[in-house]
């Protein structure tokens, strides 16, 4: 992604992003790292919708069929985008592009375009995180991540919700309690740069921007480049080296023009 997109690229933590996490770390050591950086955010500030938009209450247990964007209770914004809450955070589904088929723990059908590829990017990044618990990212690890890494990347995923489940005095497999400060403020195409050169589409590399808030309430915001890959009739995500999301993570002071907010209207 060129840095004309996203000014003032760093790394989340220059001292580990660089390589693997030290394999004789102290437990407590690591577990802090897994909840605070590695698998993005125990602590992560949680999406509120765009402005102008206002979240459903929430999503049913069944599977949903095309229609499932517009179902009632839906906010519909531009360019046939609605926010639906996954364990608190809204998110952004299409009716064109996806997903046609969610339920409480997954996300799925996804259009085989590059604009099908960022909403999957959305939606599977986020369900590999430890706060949508674990009937959620144990569903989504399991069937729709690939890669040498997916084992690593669950159970990281699995002790950090473990410890901070714990540490909240949540049982039962519940989502984690988070503030709702943050928003998936948008994505970018970083390759294929023509789709339509690459038709039928195998590999997509999505820049998914995420807003958040510094202690002062000043917007910051992170880019992770997600890789997906066209197999079995849909997108997969393929897990990040290490299973550590900081391998995919920067901090950039604010996404430019490239980066389309999924719903068309402001970041």
């Not at 060129?2 to 437990?27: F, H, I, Q, T, Y």
């Not at 159970?155 to 949540?170: K, M, P, S, V």
Request: net charge negative; glycine share 8%; hydrophobic share 45%.
């Amino acid at each position: 992604m060129g840095a004309s997109m996203l000014r003032e690229r760093r790394p989340v933590d220059d001292s580990s992003a660089a390589g693997a996490p030290a394999p004789r770390r102290a437990a407590g050591v690591l577990v802090a790292v897994v909840l605070v950086c590695v698998i993005g955010w125990v602590s992560v500030h949680l999406a509120s919708p765009p402005s102008g938009t206002k979240a459903p209450t929430t999503l049913n247990g069944s599977t949903q069929g095309p229609s499932a964007a517009q179902a009632p209770g839906a906010a519909v914004t531009a360019h046939d985008v609605t926010w639906v809450p996954v364990a608190g955070m809204p998110l952004p589904v299409s009716a064109v592009d996806g997903p046609q088929c969610a339920t409480t723990t997954s996300a799925a059908c996804f259009s085989r375009t590059t604009r099908g590829a960022a909403f999957a990017a959305a939606h599977l990044v986020v369900r590999t995180f430890p706060f949508v618990g674990p009937h959620s990212f144990e569903t989504t690890i399991g069937q729709q991540v690939v890669g040498e890494h997916r084992a690593t990347l669950l159970r990281l995923t699995q002790q950090a919700y473990t410890d901070a489940a714990a540490a909240a005095g949540i049982d039962d497999g519940a989502s984690l309690p988070v503030p709702s400060t943050d928003a998936v403020a948008g994505y970018q195409i970083v390759a294929p740069a023509d789709e339509a050169a690459a038709v039928p589409l195998t590999t997509v590399q999505v820049g998914l921007v995420v807003r958040q808030a510094d202690d002062g309430g000043a917007p910051t915001f992170t880019e992770f480049v997600i890789t997906l890959r066209w197999i079995d009739g849909d997108w997969r995500l393929e897990a990040p080296a290490w299973g550590d999301w900081r391998s995919a993570a920067s901090t950039v002071s604010a996404p430019d023009t490239a980066v389309h907010p999924y719903d068309g209207g402001p970041r």
